[in-house]
């Protein structure tokens, strides 16, 4: 569908069918509010705040991820109780990998209550009137649930060829695309106008 821009609306351009299914019709509203967003430039700021919250959460990720990553393979009934995991699942890929999962899963649900404290009542204080609530943060936890795969699975993978290190670098980036994305477009979303 092409669109038009016109005094910060975006409308179906003229000649284009207005109904649609109701998969189009959901696309299209998501398309309408990112272009809304961009054209305001309020998006980029939340972006920026977003980043900034998140270099928090990576101290955060990061030193849960290594402290857990470092306890995980110093104590022995941790070792033996990976070992199981490992021996129970023929395509975890063996310890090393059921080691660097566990760690991750627990450092992503540290840092993921972080980040919904902070995003509540900092990027989206509007979106949220800075208050905590149970159902927001559940959907911001499933929403994370997106960016955990995403984080665990470019770890794994990038973990194959480069140094733990750098590998969980890179799946920091790869998550932030995803998780803010899904806060900004899904868990925080501004209430339409009255």
């Known amino acids: 569908m092409l669109y038009t821009v016109n005094s910060g609306a975006c409308r179906p351009a003229p000649g284009e069918r207005a ?7 959901s696309l299209h509203r998501l398309v309408l509010r990112a272009t809304r967003a961009w054209q305001g430039r309020g998006v980029l700021i939340k972006a920026m705040s977003f980043a900034v919250i998140g270099v ?3 101290v955060i990720d990061a030193g ?16 033996a109780a990976l070992g199981q995991i490992a021996g129970l699942c023929p395509w975890c890929g063996g310890i090393a990998t059921v080691r660097l999962v566990v760690a991750n899963v ?3 649900a540290v840092a993921v209550t972080g980040s919904y404290v902070m995003n ?9 009137g800075r208050q905590l ?6 959907t911001f936890v499933v929403s994370g649930i997106a960016g955990m795969i995403a984080n665990t699975a470019v770890l794994v993978l990038a973990a194959q060829v480069m ?7 890179v799946a920091i980036l790869a ?7 899904l806060s900004h477009f899904v868990v925080f979303r501004a209430k339409p106008s009255r």
């Open 120 to 128: 509540t009542f900092i990027t989206f204080a509007r979106e949220s």
């Open 64 to 79: 849960v991820f290594f402290l857990g990553y470092a306890a995980l393979g110093s104590f022995a009934p941790f070792m």
């Open 106 to 108: 627990i450092a992503w």
């Open 56 to 58: 928090v959460n990576v």
């Open 175 to 181: 998550s932030f695309v995803v998780n803010f994305s």
């Open 163 to 169: 140094p733990v290190w750098a590998a969980k670098a």
């Open 133 to 138: 609530r149970w159902r927001a943060y559940l």
């Open 19 to 25: 109904k649609r299914a109701p998969v189009t019709a």
